[in-house]
């Protein structure tokens, strides 16, 4: 029976949003233009690894800043929080994802989920690993998803070509030190990073693996250390959400990611991760549709973190 209540469930929200005309497909990085504004696809993984899907589901996209949380988590693993501290704060920043604006005591970024941050922590992670890094934020995110994932070379490509702006980010990053020197190939695997492909069943399977406590529900691996995975979450809940992270967390209440590629990730602790993929955006950079489903499934089942049907949450699990 609970299997058909949430299949039923998100073939409802796919009829009631696949409509939705709101919104412009991200066309700055030029080959993410190219996109269907026409393609959604919805899905739920369960934390006993039950996964519901409807819509484009299986329509590849690029992971772009939904790679964030989960580069930070490799980071808190391999440097742990002192280090990583030392060089990205947790404070949400209140402006654009791609600002240039660093905290004026520390300069510092203001948190790994702005551009700033997400390029200090994957400098950190070449600095680290050298050549070896992109092979490890492929090898942990495909663990995360359950199947071997890769790059779409021609977003890679376009994003390194046109990525000034990141560029500037990054060197002055190196101005105040938060950064080590190798700054353009640290830009190359940020750009890489950002090119991950996924489809929305998997980005449900990440999230689910981050609602399970780090570990991948469908195939049982151990992919992020608990304490990390409590690191990754807060930061979601407070700067997920680029400038609408306030508005979401008061309407929608659960940590959550998006990316300008139309990704948008939310993660139910212990309970459900939540996936959507619609590339026409916001003018905040998220998906219109990710929004609507997100808000949507919140209110009818009672998700948000300070809910009353959340604390315990017994008839959400007495459904799953």
């Known amino acids: 029976m609970e299997d058909r209540w949430l299949q039923t469930l998100i073939d409802g929200l ?61 980071a808190l693993e391999a440097f742990g ?4 501290a030392r060089h990205v704060g947790v404070e949400p920043s209140g402006d654009s994802f791609n600002s240039i604006e660093l905290e004026k005591v520390t300069n510092r970024p203001f948190n790994p989920m702005v551009n700033a941050g997400a390029i200090t922590v994957t400098a950190l992670l070449y600095q680290k690993y050298g050549d070896q890094a992109m092979d490890r ?12 994932l890769g790059i779409d070379e021609d977003v890679y490509r376009s994003e390194s070509k046109t990525g000034h702006r990141n560029r500037a980010i990054a060197y002055l990053l190196l101005n105040f ?13 940020y750009f890489k990073q950002c090119s991950i492909l ?9 999230s689910a693996t981050l609602c399970n406590l780090g570990k991948n529900p469908v195939t049982g691996e151990e992919v992020y250390d608990l304490d990390a995975v409590r690191n990754m979450l807060s930061i979601m809940f407070t700067c997920g959400m680029y400038d609408y992270s306030g508005e979401w967390a008061y309407r929608v209440g659960v940590p959550a990611k998006s990316g300008v590629s139309g990704g948008v990730m939310a993660v139910v602790n212990r309970q459900l991760g939540i996936a959507s993929y619609s590339p026409k955006l916001d003018a905040k950079g998220n998906s219109c549709r990710g929004i609507n489903v997100c808000t949507d499934l919140a209110q009818e089942l009672g998700l948000h973190t300070f809910d009353c049907m959340n604390a315990g949450s017994s008839y959400l699990k007495a459904m799953l």
């Open 14 to 74: 796919h009829s009631r949003y696949a409509g939705v005309t709101k919104g412009e497909v991200a066309n700055y990085i030029p080959e993410l233009g190219k996109a269907s504004p026409d393609h959604f696809g919805i899905a739920i993984a369960t934390s006993a690894g039950q996964v519901f899907e409807t819509g484009n589901s299986d329509t590849l996209f690029t992971l772009q800043s939904v790679s964030k949380p989960f580069a930070f988590g490799m």
């Open 198 to 206: 996924v489809n929305t069943r998997d980005l449900a399977i990440m």
């Open 177 to 189: 030190d938060m950064v080590p020197e190798e700054v353009e190939p640290a830009l190359d695997l």
């Open 137 to 148: 934020i492929l090898t942990r995110l495909s663990a995360a998803a359950g199947r071997d």
């Open 81 to 84: 929080e002192e280090k990583v």
